[in-house]
């Protein structure tokens, strides 16, 4: 698409260059007046020595030696040169920027990034264009494989092994074989960011159960480290690790092991199945829930409150009763 304006451009250099050499000084010079060991000299000279004895009538009172004017490169046509180095780069989306070389205008950091934006989504676009028409030749070649190539052929290719596969397959295949290709698999990337994707990306795979860490290792990261797979790599992938016994925290406080704390019996039974010593620790103390006995004998009551016959009062809803004091006197239960 780019090639007339190549063309043109390469034009306009060739006559630049032509040009220059057109003028390269050229002299005259006095033959009357110049001596001839001197002109001798001056056509001896490396570059530009090409001078043109002339009589003396011919300087109307100039130096002995004049130089001939040289013609002017106009500058219209430099003017045009850029348009064309504007034009091809609009083709091609390649600017100073894209190809690594330094643009002499400033352009602002946001300017940049979305010029290289749209860029991208140019060329990605294009690449993807002319990957399918080269995909589509490669398939409609494809038939000509299938059915012209012999089991020999086939052989130097892919080996002999293989080659019988290939005998045995391509005549069942009832239509053309299916190609394809990435678009971006021949971009350059640069060595930092390929080592730091290999690397993101072991991390996030190799705990997948379902992908072969030692595979990933071999093919990704190793290759962009430059290690050699074949000494670094174990043979066989390690065997995975049993999973892991449940681990749990306990927390204990100077109050727990007080005996006259209702959670003191649990702590104890905890520190024992942990397997720690607690001989030293005193043993727990009656639950304060228990109804204690009341030492002051007293009188049993014989109202409208009292106990039924046989019977003794206690406190409510403990379903204990007091004993029988001797002599008949029972023990009053607190309020």
């Known amino acids: 698409m780019s090639r007339p304006q190549v063309n043109e451009l390469n034009k306009f250099r060739d006559q630049q260059i032509r040009m220059r050499d057109s003028n390269i000084p050229i002299r005259m010079v006095d033959s009357d007046r110049v001596p001839a060991e001197v002109l001798e000299k001056i056509k001896n000279a490396e570059y530009g020595s090409a001078p043109i004895p002339l009589p003396t009538e011919a300087f109307a009172g100039n130096p002995p030696i004049v130089e001939i004017a040289k013609a002017t490169y106009p500058r219209e046509n430099f003017t045009f040169e850029d348009k064309q180095d504007n034009d091809i780069a609009r083709t091609h989306a390649m600017d100073s920027n894209q190809g ?47 059915r012209f190539v012999t089991v020999e052929q086939a052989a130097q290719v892919v080996g002999p092994q293989r080659a019988q596969t290939w005998a045995q397959t391509m005549p069942q295949v009832p239509a053309s074989l299916a190609f394809t290709a990435a678009p971006d698999s021949a971009l350059r990337v640069d060595a930092a960011q390929r080592r730091k994707f290999a690397l993101e990306t072991y991390a996030y795979l190799r705990n997948d159960p379902h992908v072969n860490p030692s595979t990933l290792l071999k093919q990704s990261v190793l290759p ?106 029972g023990m009053d239960n607190a309020d």
């Open 224 to 329: 962009a480290l430059n290690l050699d797979s074949t000494s670094v790599a174990q043979p066989t992938p390690p065997q995975p690790k049993p999973p892991e016994a449940v681990k749990g925290i306990i927390q204990i406080k100077g109050e727990d092991l007080s005996p006259i704390m209702p959670q003191y019996p649990g702590v104890l039974l905890v520190l024992k199945a942990m397997g720690m010593p607690t001989d030293a620790l005193p043993p727990p103390m009656p639950s304060p829930l228990l109804v204690q006995p009341n030492p002051g004998m007293v009188k049993p009551d014989t109202g409208m409150g009292a106990a039924p016959s046989g019977g003794t009062g206690g406190m409510q809803g403990t379903g204990l009763k007091a004993p029988i004091a001797p002599g008949g006197q």
């Open 100 to 146: 690594g070389v330094k643009n002499e205008t400033a352009r602002t950091a946001t300017e940049l990034q979305l010029v290289q934006v749209n860029s991208n989504v140019r060329l990605d676009k294009e690449r993807a264009r002319v990957l399918r028409w080269y995909v589509s030749g490669v398939t409609k070649f494809s038939t000509l494989v299938q």
